[in-house]
């Protein structure tokens, strides 16, 4: 019996339509099916899910007004899913920087990040990146940061999935607010995995480039069906 795969993208917020196009233009032996998620019923046929770029309180608050923030946490439980820039601060486990009255978050991967953390005279920027493990790896994918978060710690706990670096920025195209960094430092990681959950803090749907996605359908996805 042939593979069937459904990847679902959040739409409540933000990027999801940029996420949708990539899905589509992929040529994988498996044939993704689509669902722009914005219901319980609709989480609940996907295989993986995509949490776009935009604004992460925003996301949050409609996820909680269309009772979708418990199937959300239960999904991420068990189910891949990749965020995105505003979905990297949704799948962490505890930011810092969050708007008064909170944040909600899914916590699907143990990490801190920091809203904004590039400080505001940098909303925006675009770096050539080296990702561990994607294909054709000796072309750079280019990386666009618009008031991305910053990863300011991986848990150090020995209960935890381990956690998978795939992608820093480099020391020397380090934005000013955080010039001075060693490149082992956290805040320079931009691209991670742990276990089945992808996370990127910068936008490859805004790119012509699909590797992220393919990946994350490949390696994230059908490695668990
Ligand atoms: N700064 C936004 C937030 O806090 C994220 C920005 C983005 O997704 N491009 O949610």
Redesign the pocket.
Known sequence: MAIQVTIGILALQ??FAEHHAAILRLSLPVRPVVVLVRTPEELAVCDGLII????????ALLARLSGLLEPLREFVKIKPVWG????A?LLAQSVVGAKRGGQELLQGISISIA??GWGSQVESFEVPLHVEGMKDSETPFIGVF????VVLELSRSSKDTPIQVLARLPAELLPPALSGLDDTDPKTIVALRQGHHLLTTF?PELTPDDRFHEYFVRHCVLSTI
Request: aromatic letters at 0%.
């Open positions: 933000g990027a776009p770029g935009g604004e992460s309180t925003t996301i995105t820039c505003a979905g601060i809203r904004n618009i008031r991305a978060p936008h």
